[in-house]
Nanobody, 118 residues
Framework: QVQLVESGGGLVQPGGSLRLSCTVS????????MAWYRQAPGKQRELVAD???????DYADSVKGRFTISRDNFRNTIYLQMNSLKVEDTAVYYC????????????WGQGTQVTVSS
């Protein structure tokens, strides 16, 4: 079972920035897809950003141009740089790993709270 540990959440004012980190217990280059999801109170969990093994990225429309997903292969860590934060970005953010071959699995981190408020 792949272990994911998030960090970096906190309280920030609107317009501010935060960087989330997700440390992975396996080589991230061996995992098909790494992603960040978020879940706001009373809402369904939604995809924020993802990155494939070869480095292709995709973003939710609501965060395009403000958030950036990246990775450090040596540290087996995935990052989510969040700029120009809005109140509606407030949520618990989860790191996610999905693999399809040769072993299929999906793993989740414990989540980290991001609160955007003045």
């Amino acid at each position: 079972q792949v272990q994911l540990v998030e960090s970096g959440g906190g309280l920030v004012q609107p317009g501010g920035s935060l960087r989330l980190s997700c440390t992975v217990s396996e080589r991230i280059l061996s995992i098909s897809l790494m992603a960040w999801y978020r879940q706001a109170p009373g809402k369904q969990r939604e995809l924020v950003a993802d990155m494939t093994q070869v480095g292709n990225t995709d973003y939710a429309d609501s965060v395009k141009g403000r958030f950036t997903i990246s990775r450090d292969n040596f540290r087996n860590t995935i990052y989510l740089q969040m700029n120009s934060l809005k109140v509606e970005d407030t949520a618990v953010y989860y790191c996610n790993a999905q693999n399809w071959s040769p072993i299929e699995f999906t793993s989740w981190g414990q989540g980290t709270q991001v609160t955007v408020s003045s």
